[in-house]
């Protein structure tokens, strides 16, 4: 099991990394390209209203990014605002 800071690591190496969500009934993919850990947890900044609101609605998230040399990771979470 990779740790909080081995997955924060890889999304960093990635650049772009991509949230898959869910806005109502329809799936969404997200492409985000920072992050940053507070508290021992990814956080990730949604910048346009939609998305944010898309998320407050729904949390129940996936996280997935590929590196440069190979290998790729996906993450479940749930997103909550603070």
């Keep these: 099991m990779m740790s909080v800071q081995e997955a ?3 999304l960093k190496k990635a650049g772009v990394f991509y949230v898959a969500a869910v806005d109502d009934e329809q799936p969404r ?15 990730l900044q949604a910048g346009k209203e ?4 898309q998320l407050q609605r729904n949390g129940r998230i996936e996280i997935s990014a590929m590196a440069e040399l190979g290998g790729w990771i996906r993450l479940e979470a749930t997103a909550v605002r603070f």
């Design 29 to 43: 993919v997200l492409p985000f390209g920072a992050s940053d850990l507070f508290a021992g947890k990814i956080c």
């Design 8 to 10: 924060h690591d890889y």
């Design 50 to 53: 939609n998305v944010s609101q």
